[in-house]
């Protein structure tokens, strides 16, 4: 789509809107954001902490209004709000850092699932390992589907690409069907769960929540801050590469394949995860649900929490799993109600609710410093100067908000080792 | 089934090929033009207009509605064929006009409002997602997750006979009729000035409206000929499946429809026929060898891939992408 | 039971078509247990009864016919019972396997629930089983027919209807009754057609001309008809849901088929017989279920709390299990662990079967009742075996 | 009366301003050439004229009607036709068709002669009638893209940067054709970096610097000035 | 390298197996066919290290398709182009760049989201080595890349003369701006030949001025350049050489000065000299 649109009606409003709206900060976003730039380090970090602590009580506190019960058990809801959470990570890589657009993320989720299942469950004939094992194993094994799947389709461009990651979703999920070791309908019981007993009764149950969604945040925590690493380096310069330009990135000696491949076998890989953490959580894997719909779930929590951005995303994936399991008493009004959303947020905020461009390097605040120094014009300077750029002719500053270089460390992720 | 999950039986579709053929390519006719739709909007926006699903089952809705209204029920009515025809029609104009409203409801909601803001291509998706949800949701609230109750309009009698293979009138009425309506729409696109303006916008819209192409009215004439189409599908869908209509009908025909569009070349209107006709084939043949109708969609996009993989814009796309840099 | 004879020995031809003569009425035991008990029961007032289950998505009318009979049974019994107001408490899994922990667990979680009917499904009875097991909470499924569930070796997990095992063989017995000779056997890909279809290819033996498998949610079926039509066959057993066989009888009809279409308790609802048209009036059903509508008085009562509509599949099952907790409650249970205990003890009659539970939860009455199209309702034509 | 008047034009990207304060007046059968530097708004002026942006404040009037607020397309049907910058050529057309979408506006018909006149001017375009738009080379989209605007025979024809990657052989050509075609009755609104070809044949010229109008003056005036020169001319 | 003392990282120590004036790449019998049009018609010319070479001829006389040839866009159908004496043919675009050939775009294609830094980095990153696991873990390799690209980066950008919006984004900066950030970006890339496609196309003249300086400094910085333009000019004034082509066939290969006198360049380019004012 262009950025331009033609005229309309709407005359001015619209030229106004035209281009920039997607990167027009609501006023609460923008004071948020300059306040918590105002802090200093140690304060963001323990404000950090905080709301990380804040993160692993929330079934603790159980919140009145926000909790989920009577309907659903709401340590279980919690854990399936860090699942879809951790989902949304996953898929974030491929379509909101490499711009690959994948409709058929469900197809790694379910090989996790069948993986952890494989492995684990007594309806299976193969030899049984520790339900932890899976965990790395559903991953490997996601991550060989990924590349196997990459290495023939990722030549094919936009949309060319999306319906052949639907497609692989949907041979998945037929194959499982007609696959008789995937026992398709009937589906795979008592699968295994992290050791450790309390009075006997296992820590890691069906029935209790809690410890399923505090081993998951930790992964999600983990998972973040590698990401984080990811995304600041060669690896996620050259994903952001790709998706602006695909072509100019090859010419600039970007391995495009290479690295569109480790983003697909990245995403894979945390798809699987979650996919084996489901299978663990649930005790029981089968066919159902790992259909197209729930792949544009997928999708859409990436879009709805802003592609791009990490904890967003999380965030998305988080009311995604959410909205569901605290309406469940409004049948399928809700689902009619998440669509209103969708089109209501895609119009007024269509880079998502917390959509920001990530940043790219490492040192983001040796380099203010050094641009601040050097910024000072030089007599040589060209005449560009007296050109005058646009930021430098408008009212309001952006820049800072756009640049992509701020102070904070938002996931922690510097701080501890540089 | 029980013993061996794969084998092959290639007897089972030379002993019944022509049968299965003239069936897939029935089957095709209703694919093609649904994939149509997808093309257009495609052509003219660059975007999967994922709400087409819910504008199709729209226009089968109707249909239902209008057929049962007229008394149509569970058997063959027994009209004088002139009736008959005139009722058929009428039917089709009505989903045609559903389907094309709903189009273009579509279109005023879910991406009026983001081409405006300048939004970017994913937003579009998700958007026409959201509006995929609301629609089949209304109609989950309003009819409840079961089909409607089926209506016949008649009862297909054999016409003649090729190759030992029966065609029956109904094959015949939607092969003909998807086939002419997809020969109109492939001459309006090539040969008028709407056509003409479609793929100005479709390939720069700035551009085209230098041109003096009134760029919105292109957009909700290309929705709109999408609606009909869908519509027109609406109408030979029920003939053909009877106790299809309901919620998510059109989810479930849309993803094929979606598939052979893409499979023809997205955005040119002979692959979308060509990749119709392939699909509902290619789904025949592979149930048919492979013995189980579970096969149909699997061989239907592991053909999908491996077309790709040689033709990685569908069959007649052609690459702009890469003409210059 | 009421059989019809036989009609002439042709197969193909749909006037040499056996048919089967409708039941008409359905003795009630004069021991059958009723919700209202005798009316001076004495319970807490918070003691619970809860149905979990499909409430909303797709799958919601079966859990809707389910718990309306529940329902009807809790009205039935606090109306008699001034002293014992037993709450109901409705709890929603969409039928959905990888959903149903966060509503089972939240279920178990509340002690004053010491009764679950409930979950309607096999598959998410399975993933769930062992949260009740865990809670000592007992639960009679009123509708999953899967064999496997009653092998896990769980005390809490009772069947309120016979198992795919009983309903196999039924189906083969009704190809019998309708001497028909070359059968077709179409499963879908659920659990539950999978399940029947096993048990029905072994019983079939030669009759079995063809088989084909199709999947949920697909509604044109030409590969299949074609398999069915070149295998001339005068009958088809198809082992899954209305859903997809509505359309498949009706599209079997067009192409000419004249013989039998034979379904079981997925098939058996008022919403085939409207979707299959014409079509349906080739179709025999097997329901394990007991055909309420028979049932007068149950009837009524079930109208009150459904708004007007008649007893569907599963709602004698419903109104059942609720009384059989009921009755637990009555007799001044006010815990799991002795409502489990009186399940398990439990011998009663009901409307339509005996409920009396061997040592894994299978109902020792295995009633098999067939019915057919007629009209554009279903009819029952008495007990199979 | 102007044939074309651009009063008070305000233009903002978003919260950005691009251009404000700038009055252009055209008067009929007059070349009227916009020089400045890079990102001083020019692209930017033309594009609000010809309706692809909107004017946030000011107004536009054509033969003394104001069209500010007219659509994109409906001022191409008035008469006022573009050639933007970047060429906006079609790339999946053929030549012949790009140029047949030149047409679009125009009622109906399709005149052969209009074909032959721009044939005529650009001999390659009729050797390459069949191939598409998007592989020709920079400069012979440049030519297309001048073509086409000339198959609408508007009364005003906004260039901007026609020039640009063409051959210095045909730069030449191109203003020898501008001529021509003004000569013909057709108005000219022309940017330019090549002021000195340009200005030679303007008959009137503004600056514009930094979004805002600095200067306007005949052609002859402001090549003859000095801060002109230096910045523009090249010195030379 | 060279001499300049505050602007050697510019142009680091680089292994260039060629001496300075001796051929570094050579294009040999090139000819790109599309359907029935020869683009590139066997075409041959040197590059010699440390030379502006001017690349001109009339529009569609295959310029573009001469330098999408040799970076690996177009796959010619005959015909060679070897850097350092090894063959470039059917190499991928990205190996070709790394081997030591960068480009700009006739038509701008920065990474339009990202800041002007951060489109440096990507330059740069086609020298550096960690992977996923390298950044994943943060190893020392990692960090000496990052810091390397703040130093080097801002240095490319300082030298191109746009170190003051560094940190904007590539779309909102200037339309010159954009022109030397893609000129920064390839020479991060540290290009043994760097190729430019109209650097100048709508530039103003005193803009071109401060272009040509720009590429002059860029030689002096031990970088060897190809240059397509169409401002004579500016061709004029920066080229050691320049090799004509017409129909996609070379026409002439010779310094500016011959260039400028020879009859068929003036029929087939430059056309008659005349005074602009009377055009
Ligand atoms: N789409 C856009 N979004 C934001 N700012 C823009 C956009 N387009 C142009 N600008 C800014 O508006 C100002 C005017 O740009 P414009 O393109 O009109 O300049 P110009 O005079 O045509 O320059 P050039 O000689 O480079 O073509 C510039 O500062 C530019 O950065
Ligand atoms: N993909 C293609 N298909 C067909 N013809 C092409 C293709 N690419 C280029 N051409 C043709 O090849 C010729 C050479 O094009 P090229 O782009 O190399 O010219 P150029 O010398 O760069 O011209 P300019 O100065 O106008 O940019 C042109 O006539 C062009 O139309
Ligand atoms: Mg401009
Ligand atoms: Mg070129």
């Known amino acids: 789509m262009s950025a331009h649109s033609p005229l309309s009606s709407a005359g001015a409003k619209q030229a106004e809107a035209a281009g920039k709206l997607g990167h027009k900060r609501p006023s609460w976003y923008l004071r948020l954001k300059s306040w918590w730039n105002d802090r200093s380090r140690w304060q963001q970090w323990l404000l950090l902490l905080v709301v990380v602590i804040l993160a692993y009580l929330l079934p603790v506190i159980n919140p009145p209004l926000i909790t989920t019960e009577p309907s659903n058990d709401f340590a279980i809801s919690c854990f399936n709000m860090a699942l879809y959470g951790l989902v949304a990570l996953g898929l974030n890589v491929v379509v909101g850092q490499a711009g690959l657009l994948d409709l058929g993320y469900i197809g790694f989720f379910a090989v996790g699932a069948y993986t952890a299942s494989l492995w684990t469950s007594p309806d299976s004939p193969l030899v049984h390992i520790p339900y932890l094992w899976t965990l790395p194993l559903a991953m490997i094994v996601t991550v060989v589907f990924g590349i196997a799947l990459g290495i023939p389709t990722l030549r094919l461009r936009g949309d060319y690409l999306a319906i052949v990651t639907l497609g692989f979703g949907e041979i998945i999920r037929l194959l499982a069907t007609i696959i008789p070791v995937l026992k398709g309908n009937t589906g795979f019981q008592n699968i295994g769960r992290p050791p450790g007993e309390i009075d006997g009764s296992p820590i890691f149950s069906a029935s209790n929540g809690l410890p399923w969604y505090w081993f998951t945040v930790t992964v999600i925590v983990i998972v973040m801050i590698l990401l984080g690493n990811l995304e600041r380096s060669r690896v996620g310069r050259a994903w952001f590469a790709i998706r602006e330009d695909e072509d100019a990135a090859e010419i600039m000696g970007v391995p495009t394949f290479r690295f569109k491949l480790a983003a697909f076998g990245t995403g894979a890989a945390l798809g699987g995860l979650s996919g084996a953490l489901l299978a663990g959580q649930v005790g029981f894997v089968n066919n159902q649900k790992f259909d197209v719909p729930t792949s544009i779930l997928f999708l859409a929590a990436v879009i709805l929490g802003g592609q791009g951005n990490k904890l967003g995303v999380v965030i998305g994936g988080a009311i995604v799993a959410y909205v569901p399991l605290r309406f469940t008493a409004l049948g399928g009004w809700k689902f009619l109600i998440f669509g209103v959303v969708l089109v209501l947020l895609m119009i007024f905020r269509s880079q998502g609710l917390f959509g920001k461009k990530p940043k790219l390097l490492t040192y983001t605040a040796r380099i203010r410093r050094k ?48 | 089934m029980s013993g061996e999950w794969i084998s092959f039986d290639f007897g089972a579709l030379l002993n019944s090929f022509w049968a299965t053929t003239f069936d897939g390519l029935t089957l095709g006719a209703i694919y093609a033009l649904v994939a149509l739709g997808y093309t257009l909007v495609y052509g003219v926006l660059n975007l999967i207009n994922f ?199 059109g989810f479930i025909l849309g993803i094929k429809a979606f598939t052979a569009a893409v499979l023809g070349g997205i955005g040119n209107v002979r692959g979308a026929l060509l990749g119709g006709l392939l699909v509902g084939l290619i789904g025949n043949y592979g149930a048919t060898i492979l013995g189980d109708s579970q096969w149909t969609d699997v061989v239907i996009f592991v053909v999908l891939i491996l077309v790709l993989m040689i033709r990685p814009n569908g069959i007649l796309g052609t690459n702009l992408g890469e003409a210059r840099v | 039971a009421n059989q019809g004879s036989s009609g002439g020995g042709g197969s193909e031809a749909s006037s040499n078509r056996v048919e089967l003569p409708v039941q008409k009425k359905l003795e009630v035991s004069p021991d059958v ?33 389910i718990y309306n009979g529940s329902q009807t049974a809790i009205d039935e019994h606090n109306k008699a019972n001034p002293d014992c107001q037993v709450t109901f408490k409705k709890i929603d899994t969409e039928g959905d396997p990888a959903k149903a922990t966060g509503p089972v667990a939240q279920a178990t979680k509340e002690k004053d629930i010491i009764g679950v009917v409930g979950l309607p499904f096999s598959g998410e009875s399975k993933a769930t089983g062992g949260i009740f097991e865990d809670n000592d909470l007992v639960h009679i499924s009123p509708a999953a027919t899967n064999p496997d569930l009653s092998a896990n070796g769980w005390k809490t997990f009772f069947r309120g209807l016979g198992n795919d095992n009983v309903q196999g063989p039924a189906l083969v017995k009704l190809v019998d009754k309708l001497k028909a000779e070359k059968t ?129 599949t599963y709602s004698v099952e419903g109104y059942d299990t609720m009384t059989i907790f009921l009755s637990g409650i009555d007799s001044g249970i006010t815990d799991r662990k002795k409502m489990l205990d009186y399940v398990k003890n439990y011998d009663g009659v009901g409307y339509g079967k005996t409920y009396k539970w061997d040592d894994t939860g299978e109902l020792e009455d295995k009633a098999v009742y067939g019915y057919k199209t007629e009209g554009d309702g279903i009819v029952s034509v008495g007990l199979i075996e | 009366m102007p044939l074309l008047e651009v009063k008070d034009l305000e233009v903002r990207y978003g919260r950005i301003k691009a251009v404000e304060h700038i009055d252009v007046a055209v008067e009929a059968g007059e070349v009227v050439v916009l020089i400045g530097a890079n990102g001083a708004g020019k692209t930017t002026t033309m594009r609000a004229v010809s309706g692809l942006l909107a004017a946030r404040q000011g107004s536009i009037t054509f033969k003394g009607e104001d069209v500010t607020r007219l659509k994109g397309h409906r001022r191409v049907a008035k008469g006022i036709s573009l050639v933007p910058e970047g060429r906006g050529i079609f790339p999946g057309m053929t030549v012949r068709e790009n140029l047949e979408m030149g047409t679009y506006a125009l009622k109906g018909k399709n005149p052969e002669s209009e074909y032959d006149r721009v044939f005529e001017l650009f001999p390659r375009l009729k050797e390459r009638s069949t191939q598409l738009g998007g592989t020709m080379s920079g400069g012979e989209q440049q030519m297309l893209a001048i073509g086409r605007a000339l198959m609408a025979s508007p009364e005003v024809l906004l260039l901007d940067e026609p020039s640009m990657g063409l051959a210095p052989q045909f730069i030449r050509q191109i203003f020898s054709i501008i001529r021509e075609i003004n000569s013909q009755g057709t108005t000219v609104l022309l940017v330019e970096q090549n002021a000195n070809q340009a200005l030679a044949i303007a008959d009137r010229a503004c600056v514009l610097e930094a979004g805002r109008l600095t200067k306007t003056g005949t052609g002859k005036e402001l090549l003859a000035d000095n801060t002109i020169r230096d910045v523009y001319l090249g010195g030379g | 390298m060279n001499a300049d003392a505050n602007l050697t990282e510019v142009a680091p120590e680089r292994d260039i197996a060629v001496a300075e004036g001796d051929t570094l790449v050579k294009v040999k019998d090139l000819s790109v066919v599309f359907g029935g049009l020869t683009a590139l018609d066997s075409v041959s010319f040197d590059i010699r290290r440390g030379e502006i070479l001017g690349l001109i001829g009339p529009n569609g006389a295959g310029k573009t398709t001469c330098f999408n040839a040799m970076t690996g866009v177009y796959k010619p159908s005959q015909g060679s182009v070897m850097l350092e004496g090894h063959s470039l043919l059917g190499l991928k675009k990205h190996r070709i760049t790394r081997l030591g050939l960068a480009r700009t775009f006739q038509n701008i294609r920065l990474f339009g989201e990202m800041t002007a830094l951060e489109n440096v980095a990507v330059g740069l990153d086609a020298r550096h080595k960690s992977g996923m696991i390298s950044a994943m873990l943060r190893t020392p390799r990692h960090y000496r890349e990052e810091k390397q690209i703040i130093t080097r980066g801002m240095e490319l950008l300082e030298f191109v003369g746009i170190a003051d919006r560094a940190l904007d984004r590539a779309k909102d900066l200037p339309y010159g701006y954009q022109r030397r950030l893609e000129i920064a970006r390839a020479l991060a890339t540290d290009p043994k030949l760097l190729c430019l496609d109209e650097p100048a196309a709508g530039f103003n003249p005193a803009e071109k001025e401060e272009l040509m300086e720009l590429i002059h400094t860029v030689r002096d910085e031990g970088y060897t350049i190809l240059l397509i333009e169409h401002d004579m000019k500016l061709v004029m004034g920066v080229t050691d050489r320049i090799v004509v082509l017409e129909f996609g066939k070379k026409i002439a290969d010779d310094i500016p000065s011959a260039i400028r006198e020879d009859p068929a360049v003036i029929a087939a380019y430059l056309g008659q000299e005349e005074p602009d004012a009377t055009a």
Not at chain 1, 395 to 402: M, V, W
Not at chain 2, 52 to 74: M, Q, T, Y
Not at chain 2, 121 to 133: D, Q, T, V, Y
Not at chain 3, 197 to 208: F, N, P, S, T, Y
Request: glycine share 12%.
């Open chain 1, 371 to 418: 641009v601040k120094h050097e910024a000072s014009p030089e007599p040589g300077d060209p005449p560009h100067e007296a050109t005058a750029s646009a930021t430098d002719r408008s009212g309001i500053d952006e820049n800072t908000d756009r640049s992509g270089i701020d102070e904070n460390t938002d996931d922690g992720d510097e701080g501890g080792r540089a």
């Open chain 2, 51 to 249: 709400a087409h699903s819910e504008v199709f089952i729209a226009g089968a809705f109707a249909v239902v509605f209008f057929l049962s209204s007229l008394g149509f029920g569970p058997s063959a009515p027994t009209l004088p064929l002139g009736m008959l025809i005139l009722d058929l029609v009428l039917a089709g104009i009505i989903a045609m006009v559903v389907s094309g409203g709903t189009a273009i409801i579509v279109e005023r909601v879910a991406y009026k409002p983001l081409r405006d803001r300048g939004a970017s291509r994913l937003a579009f998706l998700i958007s026409a997602i959201g509006m995929s949800f609301v629609l089949q949701y209304i109609f989950f609230e309003w009819r409840g997750p079961n089909a409607e109750p089926s209506v016949t309009m008649f009862r297909p009698k054999p016409i003649f006979e090729v190759f030992g293979a029966i065609i029956d009138s109904q094959q015949l009425t939607i092969v003909i009729a998807a086939l002419i309506m997809m020969v109109c729409v492939d001459q309006v696109v090539r040969r008028t000035k709407l056509g003409r303006g479609i793929r100005a916008v479709a390939q720069d819209p700035d551009t085209a409206t230098l041109m003096g192409v009134n760029r919105e009215r292109i957009i909700v004439a290309t929705f709109a000929i999408g609606g009909f189409l869908a519509g027109a599908a609406a109408l030979f869908y029920v003939m053909r499946v009877p106790a299809g209509v309901f919620y998510m009908g």
């Open chain 3, 33 to 65: 247990v009723k919700a209202a008990g005798d009316g001076k029961a004495k319970c807490d007032a918070k003691t619970t009864i809860a149905y979990v289950g499909a409430m909303t998505g797709p799958n919601a009318q079966l859990g809707i016919n």
């Open chain 3, 184 to 312: 077709c056997l179409i499963e879908d890909d659920s659990d539950y057609g999978m399940g029947l279809a096993k048990v029905v290819r072994e019983k079939m033996g030669d009759k079995l001309v063809c088989e084909d498998a199709v999947t949920t949610g697909q509604k044109d079926f030409a590969p299949t008809i074609q398999k069915i039509m070149d295998s001339k066959a005068d009958s088809v057993i198809y082992s899954g849901y209305f859903a997809e066989g509505a359309p498949l009888d009706n599209q079997l009809v067009n192409k000419g088929f004249e013989g039998y279409f034979i379904g079981p308790d997925g098939v058996k609802d008022t919403a085939f017989v409207k979707q299959a048209g014409d079509a349906a009036k080739n179709t025999y059903y097997t329901c394990t279920c007991v055909p309420g509508d028979l049932i007068p008085e149950f009837a009524d009562a079930f109208k009150k709390v459904s708004g007007g509509d008649a007893p569907g």
